[in-house]
């Protein structure tokens, strides 16, 4: 089993910024993916950005493309998603997510999640 627990959501005005992070303990996550997803009110679950294991690949949906950028320290067993220019249709509780070993951003692939933290983003 792997428990996640992420941190850092808030609240914040249109064009701020904040920085989630996704704490992971219990089974190794050696050369696993691990991705950030968000679901907003009435809303599917959807794909935000998602790193491998390395660090080297980065995918990110085209709406946040430019303003968010993922990471992860795996010596701290950490993933952060650090989120610029926020505007309002950013508003969703985030989730982060341990995947495959393989590039996906498909949630079905991903097979362990946090409890999420929202995030509110005020016009």
């Known amino acids: 089993q792997v428990q996640l627990v992420e941190s850092g959501g808030g609240l914040v005005q249109a064009g701020g910024s904040l920085r989630l992070s996704c704490a992971a303990s219990g089974r190794?996550?050696?050369?696993?993916?691990?991705?950030?997803?968000?679901q907003a009110p009435g809303k599917e679950r959807e794909f935000v950005a998602a790193?491998?294991?390395?660090?080297s690949i980065k995918d990110y949906s085209d709406s946040v493309k430019g303003r968010f950028t993922i990471s992860r320290d795996n010596a701290k067993n950490t993933v952060y998603l650090q989120m610029n220019s926020l505007k309002p249709e950013d508003t969703a509780v985030y989730y982060c997510a341990v995947?495959?070993?393989v590039r996906s951003t498909l949630p079905r692939m991903y097979d362990y999640w946090g409890q999420g933290t929202q995030v509110t983003?005020?016009?």
């Open 99 to 101: 995947g495959p070993y």
């Open 51 to 55: 790193i491998s294991w390395t660090g």
């Open 28 to 38: 190794t996550l050696t050369g696993r993916v691990m991705g950030w997803f968000r």
């Open 121 to 123: 983003v005020s016009s």
